[in-house]
């Protein structure tokens, strides 16, 4: 991000940077209009326990139904939603449609929601959240709000949003576990829940030895611990080994649409153990 920035993060004057400044404006603009006219669609990826596979939940993953250019995913415009600040306005809509999606699941399935450190900077934040869930009908403890180590570094509001959160008896998680600086004074000073490994930790041939320190760090902190990006049953059997408690990733399924989801949980609750 800081990328092409001099020093104070304002950009240095450079031949079309204006061209490239209409363009960025013209791709805000967009967004604003896919928010506002509901273009956006939540995904749900399910998260199952390990060694057996059972879905507990799932994690909510924008889309973006582009008039023109099909569906997209997060990479091709999170990063201009954090830039305009609009971040705000799409992770609200994420939280209302998610939880009023979770509502309708079987037993305590729960739903993660990814939450931007711009969001989390809100004062308010969790008032927000509480509104989410009174609209929703769904208890507090079945929603997991997913933040990464850049919030450690928030400011405003976050520490207050985070104890906030916790009051209302949201769960907490720190997602791409292992990517950040903070980790450790983040844990320190923000309890969470739950850690997710990052996928880039995932034990594929080489060393797992980050994974397995990972493990063991959330259990002496008494955390659970997800692993995301499991593509194989080797990775799946090797975090089982180290202890992992639930894994994500394509082995299991594809983040999918609502209605597909609640089919697939509909069919588990129904179908024999085994039989899935
Ligand atoms: P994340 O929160 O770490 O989500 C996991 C990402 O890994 C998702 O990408 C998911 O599709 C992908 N994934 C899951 N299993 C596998 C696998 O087995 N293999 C591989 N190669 N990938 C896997 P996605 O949906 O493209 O989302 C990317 C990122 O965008 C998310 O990473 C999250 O940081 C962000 N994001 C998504 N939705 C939201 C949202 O509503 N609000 C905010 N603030 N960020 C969001
Ligand atoms: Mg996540
Ligand atoms: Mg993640
Ligand atoms: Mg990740």
Redesign the pocket.
């Known amino acids: 991000e800081a990328k092409g920035r001099g020093e104070g993060g304002y950009e240095r004057y450079r031949p079309g940077m204006e061209a490239r400044g209409a363009e960025r404006s013209k791709r805000f603009a967009a967004l604003r209009t896919a928010i506002l006219e509901e273009q956006l669609v939540?995904?749900y990826?399910p998260v199952v326990t390990l060694p057996e596979g059972r879905t507990t939940g799932a994690?909510?993953?924008?889309?973006w139904q582009h008039p023109t250019e099909g569906l997209l995913?997060?990479?091709a415009f999170?990063e201009d939603?954090?830039q305009s600040g609009l971040?705000v306005a799409?992770?609200t809509h994420?939280?209302r449609a998610?939880t009023r999606e979770a509502a309708t699941w079987p037993g305590e399935q729960t739903v993660?929601?990814?939450?931007?450190a711009r969001?989390l900077r809100e004062p308010g934040f969790p008032l927000l959240v509480a509104a989410a869930l009174r609209d929703s009908g769904l208890p507090a403890r079945r929603l997991t709000v997913?933040i990464?180590e850049s919030v450690a570094v928030g400011g405003g509001a976050t520490g207050e949003n985070l104890q906030g959160l916790r009051d209302l008896g949201v769960r907490l998680s720190l997602?791409?576990f292992g990517t950040g600086a903070s980790t450790l004074s983040l844990l320190a000073t923000c309890p969470v829940h739950q850690i997710?490994l990052?996928?880039s930790f995932v034990p594929d041939g080489g060393s797992d030895a980050i994974a397995d320190a990972v493990a063991q760090m959330a259990r002496a902190f008494g955390l659970q611990s997800v692993a995301?990006?499991?593509?194989t049953e080797e990775q799946a059997a090797r975090l089982t080994g180290l202890g992992y408690d639930r894994a994500?990733?394509?082995?299991y399924a594809?983040?999918m649409c609502a209605a597909d989801l609640r089919d697939r949980l509909t069919n588990e609750t129904t179908a024999p153990a085994g039989q899935i």
């Open positions: 939540v995904f990826q994690e909510a993953l924008v889309r995913g997060p990479g999170i939603a954090e971040i799409l992770g994420v939280l998610a993660s929601v990814n939450v931007s969001q997913e990464t997602d791409d997710k990052d996928r995301e990006g499991v593509e994500q990733g394509f082995l594809r983040p």
